[in-house]
């Protein structure tokens, strides 16, 4: 018919996994563009590798990527478990790896100061916690 479909106007905020998402040429989702979305106007057989620090700023301020650590936080922060257990499955789920004890230490560390100094819920403080898993290197990169 001509008309821009409404779905076209709400690329930022579809829930949807990138692979299976079509993708009209002029309302690329800006999450994507970001991390180095390929040209919709030409076939693309091998993506381009970069990492600019709009990609790690948007990790650090994107709306969604702070509703995503907040569900999370929400998910593991049960009142009773202690932190050092709710940070050893952090690690595991988000970097796919065991919490060092320096880990621990820096993470639990974060965590109690956020609570204590800062006047934080401990939920809160996860879900910061979780943003910062979320924003590291280790976690953009697949080895």
Do not use: C
């Not at 639990?108 to 924003?135: C, P, T």
């Amino acid at each position: 018919s001509g008309k821009r479909h409404a779905s076209l106007g709400q690329t930022g905020e579809l829930r949807q996994r990138s692979i299976y998402m079509p993708i009209a040429r002029g309302a690329v989702p800006p999450s994507l563009s970001v991390f180095d979305f390929p040209n919709p106007d030409l076939v693309t057989g091998t993506r381009s590798v970069t990492t600019v620090p709009a990609q790690a700023l948007f990790m650090m301020n994107s709306p969604f990527v702070r509703e995503m650590a907040k569900a999370l936080s929400l998910r593991v922060a049960d009142e009773g478990r202690p932190t050092e257990e709710i940070i050893k499955q952090l690690y595991a789920e988000i970097l796919i790896r065991k919490a060092d004890t320096g880990d621990l230490a820096m993470a639990d560390d974060y965590i109690s100061q956020l609570v204590d100094r800062d006047g934080k819920s401990r939920q809160e403080a996860i879900a910061s916690f979780v943003q910062i898993l979320f924003s590291s290197t280790e976690f953009r990169f697949v080895e």
